[in-house]
């Protein structure tokens, strides 16, 4: 539990409060922190180069293959009518960018970084468990929807991609994200979770954007970005 986090989110089974405000209010400062990486923040401001952003990608490869394998487990669970989306499935867009930034053999030159694997590692301990596999999907899927669509038009003006290499964002099934999202949320809000889980949830979420953003202070490392500020 976060002593410091909004009272809001304290006791995180405010039993009142849908589950997708506890995630967004819980995760609030932790997703500040992330934006805050300087390696997202160089990257989208052009300073970087086009190796530097396929390295991202292979991270996301990593992380996005755990959660959806995962994701295919939590679909068959009767509690979570609806929650694992085909529209959202990442895996092959991403592997269609590598093959495009890298090349057909990019398996052989791509190199997961540390915090990466601690990420998937982190996701395969999870699993199929409901509040915490729900935390993480929401983390990755609703960010790509939200501040994904920004990141993907910074790389198109920075480095000239346009739909070759930037279909990780590029979401064909979803052609309006904002209803999707109330949808998304509201499935979440609809999960059958006790107070405990919904604390929980919430807890995995703020670890969730730790992970990502310990993914952004290594790339930022190869990459020479100052990391977040503490
Ligand atoms: C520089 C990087 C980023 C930018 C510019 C950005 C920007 C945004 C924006 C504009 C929104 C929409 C807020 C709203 O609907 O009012 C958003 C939502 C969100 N972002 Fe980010 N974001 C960034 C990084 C991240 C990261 C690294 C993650 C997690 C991995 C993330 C996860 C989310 C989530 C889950 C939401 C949905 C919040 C909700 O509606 O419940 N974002 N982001």
């Known amino acids: 539990m976060n002593p410091t986090a909004a009272p809001a989110t ?3 089974s405010a ?7 506890l995630l967004r209010e819980g995760t609030r400062a932790d997703h500040e922190h992330a934006e805050a990486s300087g390696f997202i923040g160089l990257l989208m401001n052009g300073s970087l180069d086009v190796a530097a952003y396929a390295d991202l990608a292979a991270q996301q490869w990593a992380v996005y293959s755990a959660l959806e394998s995962t994701g295919r487990l939590v679909r068959l669970d009767p509690r979570a009518p609806g929650l694992v989306r085909d529209e959202l499935e990442r895996v092959p867009s991403i592997e269609r960018d590598l093959r495009f930034l890298v090349g057909d053999d990019w398996k052989r030159h791509v190199r997961i970084l540390p915090a990466t694997k601690t990420y998937v590692a982190r996701l395969l301990e999870v699993g199929v468990d409901l509040p915490e596999y729900a935390a993480h999907a929401y983390t990755r899927y609703l960010g790509d929807l ?3 669509q920004i990141v993907r038009r910074m790389l198109e ?3 000239g991609l346009h739909e070759d290499g930037l279909e990780f964002y590029t979401f064909r099934d979803i052609p309006k994200p904002k209803p999707f999202k109330d949808a998304y949320r509201a499935r979440l809000d609809a999960l059958p ?4 889980e919904r604390d929980r949830a919430v807890a995995e979420a703020q670890r969730a954007f730790r992970l990502n953003a310990s993914v952004f202070a290594d790339l930022g490392a190869v990459h020479h970005a100052r990391p977040a500020s503490a």
Do not use: I
């Open 193 to 196: 979770l006790d107070a405990a």
């Open 10 to 12: 304290r006791g995180a």
């Open 146 to 148: 939200s501040g994904g």
């Open 157 to 159: 003006r920075g480095y």
């Open 15 to 21: 039993p009142g409060l849908p589950l997708s405000v």
